[in-house]
């Protein structure tokens, strides 16, 4: 099968486009054959050898965390999936990924993909959707009628944030730049900060409840978004290099937001995809061969809104 892989750690020029063996399912492990997976920040931290202490990974490693697709092998013990079913999942991070014509995975990672959109779009959802689940309700604790900042709202975990906090109820203040702040607004947000013309400890004039960064913004800029919490609140911060502020004084928590695979909470996000309530936004479809120019692009700062890599047709 042809897979793109990297035998080495650094640039994303270490990115090959080449055939290799296809993988066999063994005990509660599913085969599928992939429709697409998905670009993140993360793959180029991966491949560039940064993350070899929490992910380490077997090289030559294939790529892609996020993975849609139809099953086409079941291993020993699998219940619960049929072949031909079509899926979407977010992958072991340590394992091999979906950059490839075929992926195994683990049958309890995997959810029924959402009906209302093609499945190649569908691999957009797990790893972005399931960060801004589990920083909104599983840390934040969020409810109705509070008060949330989004600090960096324009990317991918910030579209799905958005859209969650607003249909539980929130009042959203969102930051993004001028290219996303249209789509911000769509998302739902009560108020857009541009963030390139305004601080954001000006702009925010009312205590939140919820502060939620996904932005790689300096560490006084960090330090100083818990003075806009109230007394209670949370700060939930994704950018895990620089830890989470807090403020014991007045019980602001700071919490670091490390992402994991959960089919339960990816199958309640494809619910509200297919009611319509959550809305999945792809900005590029690139063929699978052409990912190393996605790797290039991401890593000179030029790749935005996310982009969805389909795997050849069978």
Do not use: C
């Not at 029924?112 to 599983?138: C, E, I, M, Y």
């Not at 607004?185 to 857009?192: H, K, S």
């Amino acid at each position: 099968m042809k897979a793109v892989r990297f035998h080495e750690y650094g640039e994303p020029s270490v990115l090959r486009y080449e055939d290799i063996e296809q993988p066999v399912p063994g005990v509660g492990q599913v085969l599928v054959r992939v429709a697409a997976t998905s670009f993140n920040g993360v793959d180029g931290n991966i491949r560039g050898g940064f993350m070899q202490g929490p992910i380490p990974v077997t090289l030559p490693h294939t790529p892609g965390i996020d993975v849609s697709g139809t099953v086409e092998a079941l291993g020993e013990g699998v219940a619960g999936l049929e072949i031909g079913d079509r899926v979407v999942g977010f992958l072991p991070m340590s394992g091999d990924g979906a950059a490839a014509e075929y992926v195994v995975a683990p049958a309890g990672i995997l959810t029924p993909a959402p009906t209302s959109v093609p499945l190649p779009d569908a691999a957009a959802l797990p790893l972005v959707g399931l960060t801004a689940w589990q920083a909104l309700f599983d840390h934040a604790k969020l409810t109705a009628g509070q008060r949330v900042l989004v600090n960096g709202a324009g990317g991918a975990v910030g579209g799905y944030a958005v859209q969650l906090a607003k249909n539980a109820g929130a009042y959203v203040i969102a930051t993004a730049g001028p290219r996303s702040s249209r789509q911000v607004e769509t998302a739902g947000a009560d108020e857009v900060v541009d963030h390139t013309t305004t601080e954001v400890t000006e702009a925010v004039t009312e205590p939140v409840d919820v502060v939620l960064n996904l932005a790689p913004i300096d560490p006084a800029q960090l330090a100083a978004l818990p003075a806009l919490i109230a007394p209670g609140g949370v700060l939930v911060n994704t950018t895990v290099w620089m830890p989470a502020p807090s403020d014991e004084q007045r019980g602001v928590r700071g919490i670091d937001l490390f992402v994991r695979s959960d089919a339960e909470q990816l199958s309640r996000l494809v619910a509200l995809i297919d009611s319509g309530e959550l809305r999945v936004d792809v900005a590029q479809r690139v063929p699978l061969a052409e990912l190393p120019a996605v790797h290039a692009q991401a890593a000179t700062g030029e790749l935005h809104g996310k982009v969805v890599i389909v795997a050849p047709a069978a």
